[in-house]
């Protein structure tokens, strides 16, 4: 009995053992096998994602449209890490080693030949891409590719046909040596072993989402701080440009005036008008700050933009010079775009004059300027890529110099307010800003393009007319009526220095003049002298404003006629960045010239 207990003991001994160094063979067998699924798995994906870059390459060749490049470019940043695995997976091999290294090799061979391609249709060579493309050079590198795959695919095939062999051996075997209870215990340890490999697989994919999420709640946050700093700016100008403007206003004013009565005197006339210049200076840069934090009062209208830039194209050869070739390339069926046509010029004058400053840096003088128009769409998915911008049609300008082009720091800061990388003195680093907040007031869009050594596009995105209204056509002035003693004028303005030198300015022009410090002075004036023709008011004024002011004033006479005058109108009588319907506004500093020609459009019905 004790000898049949030690033999069935030792038995039992000798079948844990046997049971535990089949086991152990038997993990690593199916070790191995799990190692020859995984590089085969690892070498389709490579394949696979070789294929979707080259389907990528020919969709944008043949459309043009950056959107079929996404393939193509999560494949550039897929590839090394696939290139590395596989290397990784197969470190064990010679055989193996030699046709991955063969293998990688054909697939960068390929890589590099869609890189070209692209390449030259982003440089505006596509017919030269496309007859590239022809030759089958491509096509005979995919084919190595697919050979060098194929071979590596049988060779670890037959591997895994091997390994899989093994482990059926070596499960036999353990089948033939454990007990029921030890087979059940093997059953029962391979199912927590299972279990454990798709638990280990689902936190994987939780971890990667939480990744994804974090890295989309970084990008949000940083679209949020850079929203938050602007607004903070356009706060801030807005605050000062009131107050800065009023100060322009008399110097300027009072400046024009004294230039008239100096008449003769050429170092007095000299004096002045330099000091002009200066003001007249710093009245741009408040109006370029004003555009840049999205205050600046638009007027919007239906605008026919190949007719704009035709219109441009002789000022813009003159104005860049006969070393820059201006190109235009205008689309038929062009849409109709809702923008304010003045801004929209300046718009594109500033570009043209920053590419021309580029092109005369990297090109020694020389360089071309290519203006073209078409029509776009931006879908939704671009849309919430980006911030504020909403998805929809677009009348689309482009605009590509042959300049030396921008690094990613400096890209990074191209829309920033006095940021410049020209020299001290030549540049007030407010015209990229200035053209990006006109385009942002405007529900437009605008984006930049630029590779060190080849040039920058800048792509600006104006909202398509949706309202079908007619063209402006050009307008037919009216005869002006007589002056002087016949119209009377109430100026409205709480500065003290404004106000004098808008009742000077106007009796200059023949008016007569009757003022007020405010709106209630103002009615009170009104309700006394009917013969008040027309009321020039500020718009930001203590108590009550001047659209306050002016429909008051509109209920006690209808027929008065209404001009106002401002340096920052808040919104008073610019909503949403668009100046009110049938409003007449006069920005602040104005000349004599300018408050002469309001005053007669006004009262002539202009």
């Known amino acids: 009995m004790r000898l049949s207990l030690v033999v069935g003991f030792l038995l039992l001994v000798c079948a844990a053992v046997a049971a535990m ?10 070790r191995w096998a799990s190692h020859s699924v995984e590089v085969r798995r690892v070498q389709t994906v490579t394949f696979s994602a070789l294929q979707d870059a080259e389907t990528a390459q020919r969709g944008y060749l043949l459309t043009h449209d950056p959107a079929y490049l996404q393939p193509y470019n999560q494949t550039h940043d897929r ?14 091999n010679p055989a193996q080693r030699r046709r991955v290294a063969d293998l990688i090799q054909a697939i960068d061979t390929k890589m590099a030949e869609l890189d070209l391609t692209v390449a030259m249709a982003r440089d505006g060579r596509a017919d030269a891409a496309v007859a590239r493309l022809k030759t089958n050079l491509g096509k005979a590198q995919m084919d190595r590719v697919r050979a060098l795959s194929q071979d590596f695919e049988t060779y670890e095939a037959n591997l895994l046909v091997q390994r899989q062999a093994a482990v059926a051996n070596q499960r036999s075997l353990l089948i033939g040596v454990i007990v029921l209870a030890l087979v059940a215990a093997a059953v029962l340890a391979y199912a927590v072993t299972r279990e454990t490999r798709d638990h280990a697989r689902e936190l994987s994919g939780h ?80 109006k370029g700050l004003l ?113 030396g082009g921008m690094t990613p720091e400096v890209m990074e800061r191209a829309f920033d307010p006095f940021f410049t990388t020209k020299r001290l003195g030549e540049g007030t680093g407010l015209g990229l800003s200035q053209v990006h907040g006109f385009l942002k007031q405007s529900r437009g869009h605008i984006k930049l393009y630029s590779e060190l050594g080849v040039g920058t596009t800048v792509k600006l995105y104006l909202p398509r007319d949706t309202q079908g209204l007619p063209l402006d056509e050009p307008v037919v002035p009216a005869p002006v009526v007589a002056r002087g003693e016949a119209f009377t004028v109430l100026v409205a303005e709480d500065d003290p220095g404004v106000r004098s030198f808008t009742v000077s300015a106007a ?84 000349t004599l010239e300018q408050l002469d020609r309001e005053l007669l459009d006004a009262l002539s019905g202009q």
């Open 21 to 30: 160094v089949v086991a152990i063979s038997g993990a690593a067998a199916e």
């Open 79 to 92: 590839l090394p890490a696939l290139k590395a695995q596989l290397r990784a997976l197969v470190a064990d």
């Open 207 to 286: 971890n990667l989402a939480l990744k994804t999420e974090i890295a989309q709640r970084e990008r949000a946050e940083a679209q949020l701080r850079q929203a938050q700093k602007m607004e903070a700016l356009g706060q801030l100008t807005g605050g000062v440009a009131h107050d800065f403007n009023n100060m322009l206003a008399i110097i300027v004013g009072n400046l024009d005036m004294l230039i008239r009565r100096l008449s003769g005197q050429e170092k007095l006339l000299s004096l002045a008008e330099n000091a002009l210049s200066g003001a007249n200076r710093a009245a741009a840069l408040t």
């Open 291 to 403: 555009a840049f934090s999205r205050q600046q009062p638009l007027d919007p209208k239906p605008t026919d933009v190949n007719k704009c830039v035709a219109d441009m194209s002789e000022l813009l050869r003159r104005a860049l010079g006969e070393h820059i070739a201006v190109e235009t390339v205008l689309a038929g069926g062009l849409w109709r775009a809702f923008v304010d046509p003045p801004q929209l010029e300046s718009a594109i004058l500033n570009l043209a004059v920053n590419a021309r400053d580029a092109m005369s840096e990297a090109n020694l003088g020389g360089g071309r300027l290519t203006i073209e128009t078409s029509n776009a769409f931006l879908d939704k998915a671009y849309a919430d890529a980006h911030d504020e911008v909403e998805a929809g049609q677009f009348v689309l300008v482009a605009i590509t110099d042959t300049g």
């Open 507 to 590: 009796r200059e022009l023949g008016y007569k003049v009757i003022e007020a410090d405010g709106a209630a002075v103002a009615l009170e004036r009104l309700a006394q002298r009917p013969e008040i023709n027309l009321l020039l008011t500020d718009v930001v004024m203590p108590g009550s404003n001047g659209r306050q002011l002016v429909e008051a004033a509109l209920a006690l006479r209808p027929d008065l006629k209404v001009v106002y005058m401002t340096g920052y109108t808040r919104n008073a009588i610019v909503h949403n960045g668009t100046l009110d319907a049938g409003t007449r506004l006069l920005t602040k500093p104005f």
